[in-house]
């Protein structure tokens, strides 16, 4: 059995529920496909899993690194394919469950990522510009590439400048590798508006600051020597917090900001995800259920 289903979307629509249904049902195991879910620590930020959501379903690619190192899209890659042929040799099927498009990608299209190494001069360099002129720096060099990016993110925007400097090529414009057709996938979406988005975010994010259970997640993680500079180029929740616990903004400003750049994080997840034609965008379970059926009965 050579099938791979991928459940993707943005943040927040319910990827992490409909995975284990599925599962379930079809004899599946999950490997996650989140930047943020790899780290160690990470948990509540990152909305991973608990052990009782994943209701006996076996997870792969989650707290597999040190949040103080660099976790590469070649890393992951290269674990999450050892995951898939590890899940089908049970005669399961592998179900990719995340929001990470680029993570994705690198499975779905087995594209051969340029293992740059780290120019440590030219980095020293673009350490001393602010993320705005990054940004813009980044726009004149691969426009595609800036329109997914989080803006914000001073490392990802020097590690994409690089990656464009030293391989004369915009990232976008990778080779796809023999492992492209090494599967037979299936990719679903889930499809939710905008503003059924904008109440889960809110939701999830009343739910994560119950009993301050995300601020002392960032306190613990700060508590292991892991630097304010780190903590915020995670984005979304832990920059914001991470700036509340310095006294850079208030607890409402906190609380504004998360909501605010996580319903402009959905919307760059979609704009990645709208590339792809193959995916079937889907409303609910009932739709998905159906769609699972008819690829593993394919022959």
Known sequence: MNKLIVIL???????????????????????????????KGMDIGSGKITKKEMRGVLH????????KKRFTVVQYQKLALAGIKKIQKKNKIPFLVGGTGFYIQSIVDGIVIPEVKPDWKLRKK???????????????????????IDKHNSRR???AIEIVLKTDAPIPQLVRGPSSNQFDILEIGITKTPEELKKSIHKRLVKRLEKNALINEVKKLRATRLSWKRLEEFGLEYRFVAQYLQGKITHQEMLDKIQKESEYFAKRQMTWFKRDKRIHWVKNNKEAQKLVKSFI???
């Open 9 to 39: 979307g943005p943040t927040s629509s319910g990827k992490t529920d409909l995975s284990i249904k599925l599962a379930k049902k079809f004899n599946g195991e999950v490997i996650s496909a989140d930047s943020r879910q790899v780290y």
């Open 60 to 67: 792969y690619l989650l707290d597999v690194a040190n949040p």
């Open 297 to 299: 009965n394919k022959k």
């Open 126 to 148: 673009l350490e001393k510009k602010t993320a705005e002129e990054l940004y813009k720096m980044l726009k004149k060099l691969d426009p595609i590439r800036a329109k997914l």
């Open 157 to 159: 925007l020097i590690r």
